[in-house]
C-alpha cells in the first residue's frame, strides 16, 4: 500500500515474553520514527533512523526495548521480558528527505502485557 | 525531558467558535514546528506546519502562530465544527528530530 504499515494491530502477552513490531515505512522515505502512546499519555519519543546514520536511540526506556531497520527500510521494535507498563500504542512514522518534515504515521500497534 | 508541552489536556468549544490550541517549547534549536491530528485508534494526521523563519502560516480554517521569543506556538481553528473533535499534538524538529506533546482533546459541541 501507500502508507506506513504496522502489524501486528493489536498483541496480547502474558507478563516476561518478549515481542516483536514490525514497520514498513513509506517507498523511499528515509527516516523512521518509534513513538509510543500510553493510556492518557502523549507521544513519547523512542528512536528515530535516517538513512545510514547511528540511530538515535536517547528515548528508549529501558535496555529491554531495541530496534533495528534492515536495508534502510523495514523496521522491527524488539521488547524484551515484557512488563505491564510496557502495555501501549507503538507508533511508527516516516519522512521524506526533502520533504516538508511531516511524518507519516502508521496506525500503531496496540500491546496489551498481562 | 518534555521539551515540547502541552498544558491544557482537555478543550471544548461550540460549534462555529474558534478553537485555540496551545503548545510551549524550550529547545531553542527546534526550527519547524507542526500540529497532527489523531482520531481514536488511528495514527496521528499531519494538519498545519510552520517554519521557525515565520510567525503565522494559514490554511483554511487553520492558522498557526509561532512566538519565538515566548518558544510559543499556537493553533486557531475557525470556526469550529464537530468533525474537528480529535486530540490535536504539537510537534518540533530540529533536523528531523521531532519532538510530541501530550496532546489536547478538542471537543466541539454542536
Known amino acids: 500500500g501507500a502508507g506506513v504499515s504496522q502489524s501486528p494491530s493489536n498483541k496480547v502477552t502474558e507478563k516476561g515474553k518478549d515481542v516483536e513490531l514490525r514497520c514498513d515505512p513509506i517507498s523511499g522515505h528515509t527516516a523512521l520514527y518509534w513513538y509510543r502512546q500510553s493510556l492518557g499519555q502523549g507521544l513519547e519519543f523512542l528512536i528515530y533512523f535516517q538513512g545510514n546514520s547511528a540511530p538515535d536511540k536517547s528515548g528508549l526506556p529501558s535496555d529491554r526495548f531495541s530496534a533495528e531497520r534492515t536495508g534502510g527500510s523495514v523496521s522491527t521494535l524488539t521488547i524484551q521480558r515484557t512488563q505491564q507498563e510496557d502495555s501501549a500504542v507503538y507508533l511508527c512514522?516516516?519522512?521524506?528527505?526533502?520533504?516538508?518534515?511531516?511524518?507519516?504515521f502508521g496506525e500503531g500497534s496496540r500491546l496489551t502485557v498481562l | 525531558d518534555q521539551q515540547v508541552k502541552q498544558n491544557s489536556p482537555s478543550l471544548s468549544v461550540q460549534e462555529g467558535r474558534i478553537s485555540i490550541l496551545n503548545c510551549d517549547y524550550t529547545n531553542s534549536m527546534f526550527d519547524y514546528f507542526l500540529w497532527y491530528k489523531k482520531y481514536p485508534a488511528e495514527g496521528p494526521t499531519f494538519l498545519i506546519s510552520i517554519s521557525s523563519i515565520k510567525d503565522k502560516n494559514e490554511d483554511g480554517r487553520f492558522t498557526v502562530f509561532l512566538n519565538k521569543s515566548a518558544k510559543h506556538l499556537s493553533l486557531h481553528i475557525v470556526p469550529s465544527q464537530p468533525g474537528d473533535s480529535a486530540v490535536y499534538f504539537c510537534a518540533a524538529s530540529e533536523l528531523n528530530d521531532m519532538r510530541f506533546g501530550a496532546g489536547t482533546r478538542l471537543t466541539v459541541k454542536p
Open positions: 512514522a516516516s519522512s521524506h528527505p526533502r520533504g516538508t518534515g511531516e511524518l507519516f
